[in-house]
């Protein structure tokens, strides 16, 4: 029991590592599919949801600071005269929303200048956007969402973030729109639950706009046409503020604004200020990159390997924790997914028929069923209109592989076991040689295998003959005279 353990807790590293590498796999496909998004404007939203594609690359997403005194400092360094300023590119999910408002609460206990948002999104979660909608309602600091860097944009969720904005900006060659709600999980909802939900997106979109005195009949096209505008547009149409090249143009043009926020009017004075970045900790960072549906599916997977693991072999410990680990990281990602169940049970099964192909003789149709139901479940269990919100061909590919690979590693290794020649027991005696003793009345006296045994042949044996078993008869042994070579 103890090997067994031991070679279990084995396995399950090496599917680990395999999986380490498609963790790679997956981030090497997110970079790539992120460079042809960047000048795309997208048509996302949610029926209840907004549905949003993987973030973008933070590399790039930096705005040309280089003039303005910018660093990333420890909060409680924070000057009252500062200016905050924070990145959000990509998705709007629960860690996004999370940072977002905790950098706005900070701001407020520092007594900062303002907090500015540097926005580049394709959507996110409605929960998400409105967590950070109320966050900036109710701030006493002036909140400034500036898309940028060129190329930018402020779709769905994001338009909503912006025109919550005491102050929006943009920067050359971005656009701002395209917010009207499709359905998370891809099914045709009614037009009653359609019309409620857009009317309902309407109205709170319409409320933000009045709010600053920016262009309602816009935002509310925004939503039911999915109408999007450019930076010149968007100032021509009272949508946003002023364009911007870069941080330090924004707080000289924003300095002297007078802006209403929750505890009343207050008037800017940024022009030459510090700007002091925060970043987003790891506590955050590691969320955001585990609401990744590739992420997900592969935690998902990881967890029901340690689980299977540990009740194949009690007592081992360490695949249980990692699978219950692993398994409660993907329900954490899984719950601001569209999960399908039904995907969730096939990938169950299959896994269920790969164990069963260990345990019956079945000539791998047991193991091609596996494949099969693993393959299609994975494909269901994440339902999106958006492809970047499912997971990717590439994850499923080298996961259902990985999978089949090891279970038809274990069923190769149980029948060649099967089939080796026992080496214990009365049948590892067959075939074995030994030696002639001694004459009894009805046989001979044989050592073989270490032992003295009563033997009986058809052929007459002398003392000293070296014999071979051929058969095992209780605790007596058939034998016969080695043949000598020549």
């Known amino acids: 029991m103890k090997k067994t353990n031991s070679i279990s807790v084995l396995l399950l590293i090496s599917v680990g590592l395999c999986i380490a590498g498609l963790v790679g796999l997956s981030f090497a496909a997110h970079e790539k599919r992120l460079v042809s998004l ?4 997208l048509q996302i939203g949610s029926l209840p949801e907004m549905v949003s594609p993987l973030s973008q690359a933070e590399s790039h997403k930096t705005v040309a600071s280089d003039s303005a005194t910018s660093k990333t400092v420890a909060s409680e360094s924070f000057s009252r005269t500062a200016v905050y300023l924070i990145e959000v ?3 709007i999910n629960p860690a996004s929303a999370g940072f977002v408002v905790s950098s706005i609460e900070n701001a407020q206990k520092k007594g900062a200048e303002c907090i500015i948002i540097q926005l580049d999104t394709p959507g996110g979660l409605m929960e998400s956007s409105r967590s950070i909608v109320k966050a900036i309602l109710s701030s006493n600091v002036p909140v400034v969402t500036y898309v940028a860097p060129s190329g930018s944009r402020a779709a769905s969720a994001g338009v909503f973030i912006a025109l919550a904005s005491h102050i929006v900006a943009m920067a050359p060659s971005t ?3 395209a917010a009207h709600p499709v359905g998370l999980g891809g099914e045709q909802a009614s037009k009653e639950m359609t019309d409620k939900v857009v009317n309902d997106a309407v109205a709170s979109i319409k409320g933000l706009a009045k709010k600053y ?5 816009w935002a509310e096209d925004a939503v039911r046409k999915s109408v999007s505008i450019t930076d010149s547009e968007a100032v021509k149409l009272h949508v946003a503020d002023l364009i911007c090249a870069s941080v330090p143009e ?4 924003i300095d002297g604004m007078s802006v209403e926020v929750l505890s009343g009017t207050t008037t800017l004075n940024t022009k030459g200020s510090e700007v ?4 987003m900790n790891l506590r955050y960072r590691i969320l955001n990159v585990v609401s990744d549906p590739n992420i997900a599916y592969i935690l998902l997977i990881l967890g029901i390997y340690g689980i299977f693991f540990e009740l194949s072999n009690p007592g081992a410990i360490l695949p249980g924790v990692l699978g219950g680990i692993f398994i409660l990281m993907s329900l954490y990602a899984l719950q601001t997914l569209p999960v399908n169940y039904a995907g969730l049970l096939l990938i169950l099964f299959g896994i269920i028929l790969f164990i069963a192909e260990i345990k019956i003789t079945s000539y791998g149709m047991l193991a091609v069923g596996g494949v099969v139901s693993m393959t299609i479940g994975s494909l269901m269990l994440i ?3 958006q492809p970047f919100m499912r997971i990717s061909w ?6 259902v592989t990985t999978t089949a690979a090891f279970f038809i590693f274990a069923i190769g290794k149980a029948l060649m076991a099967q089939r080796r020649k026992p080496t214990t027991g009365t049948r590892g005696l067959v075939g074995e040689g030994g030696t002639v003793v001694s004459k009894l009345d009805d046989g001979w006296k044989v050592l073989a295998h270490g032992e003295l045994w009563d033997a009986t042949s058809t052929e007459t044996l002398e003392l000293g003959d070296e014999i071979r078993v051929t058969k095992v008869s209780g605790f007596k042994l058939t034998v016969e005279k080695q043949k000598s070579s020549s």
């Open 383 to 385: 339902e999106s209109p």
């Open 89 to 91: 590119n990509g998705v």
């Open 213 to 217: 005195g920016r262009n309602e009949k």
């Open 250 to 253: 924004l707080l000289e043009k």
């Open 394 to 399: 590439q994850v499923i590919a080298a996961v």
């Open 38 to 41: 960047e000048t795309a404007s």
């Open 276 to 279: 002091k970045t925060i970043r």
């Open 175 to 177: 656009n701002i729109g």
